[in-house]
């Protein structure tokens, strides 16, 4: 199993970035993809998830309407779009796939992003 981040980076306020999970290693049209965060000093949370299919999604309260994530099957690849960062956005942000069951089966190594002026 392996999951590659990408795409972090430094944003300003108000800006945006597109993160990218290329996988491999898996079938992984049959499993769960979601996003977690880190911030420092902070334990990880999730930020969105994503059904195998991509037909339903979920987000944390603090993304809704402004994070969009998706999936793209055939290219084994999970995105997570962000607009309208903030800075408590900062953090590595991680991919993880997950059976149905609610199982880990894999992280990736993250990514770092940076909201500063």
């Known amino acids: 199993v392996q999951l590659v981040e990408s795409g972090g980076g430094l944003v300003q306020p108000g800006g945006s970035l597109r993160l990218s999970c290329a996988a491999s290693?898996?079938?992984?049209?049959?499993?769960?993809m979601s996003w977690y965060r880190q911030a420092p000093g902070k334990e990880r949370e999730l930020v969105a998830a994503i059904s195998s299919t991509g037909d339903s999604t979920d987000y944390a309260d603090s993304v809704k309407g402004r994070f969009t994530i998706s999936r793209g099957n055939a290219k084994n690849t999970m995105y997570l779009q962000m607009n309208s960062l903030k800075p408590e956005a900062t953090g590595v942000y991680y991919c993880?796939?997950?059976?149905?069951?609610?199982?880990?089966?894999?992280w990736g190594q993250g990514t770092q992003v940076t909201v500063s002026s």
């Open positions: 290693g898996f079938s992984f049209i049959r499993y769960i």
């Open positions: 993880k796939a997950a059976s149905r069951y609610n199982t880990t089966l894999g």
